[in-house]
């Protein structure tokens, strides 16, 4: 069975930073593309970065360049986010995503993706 947990999430203060963590078992990603997204009360699950299978290429949200750094550890089956100079407006529901699909690009659209961590709150206060 695969799984994707996502660990990391928090209370913090505006200009502050979390680092986000998601492991995933049951099955090994090497080959494939890794990506973010979150999800604010009331809206769309939006992406917010990607990684391709090597960590060569990676890709952001306008919103969030600059600010967050993707990386992975294909050893460890771990993608990673690190979060700096976090705003109010990044308060949200992160989700790691994983796909099947061998791939040297990066995916940035919801339907790319076909497993789903079950999400870890972020919550940046003002």
């Known amino acids: 069975q695969v799984q994707l947990v996502e660990s990391g999430g928090g209370l913090v203060q505006a200009g502050g930073s979390l680092r986000l963590s998601c492991a995933a078992s049951?099955?090994?990603?090497?080959?494939?593309?890794m990506g973010w997204f979150r999800q604010a009360p009331g809206k769309e699950r939006q992406f917010v970065a990607t990684?391709?299978?090597?960590?060569?290429?990676?890709d952001y949200a306008d919103s969030v360049k600059g600010r967050f750094t993707i990386s992975r550890d294909n050893a460890k089956n771990t993608v990673y986010l690190q979060m700096n100079s976090l705003r109010p407006e990044d308060t949200a529901v992160y989700y790691c995503?994983?796909?099947?699909?061998?791939?040297?690009?990066?995916?940035?659209?919801?339907?790319?993706?076909?497993?789903w961590g079950q999400g870890t709150q972020v919550t940046v206060s003002s």
């Open positions: 995503a994983a796909t099947t699909r061998i791939s040297g690009l990066t995916f940035v659209n919801v339907y790319e993706y076909d497993y």
């Open positions: 049951g099955r090994t990603f090497n080959d494939s593309p």
């Open positions: 990684i391709n299978w090597n960590g060569g290429r990676t």
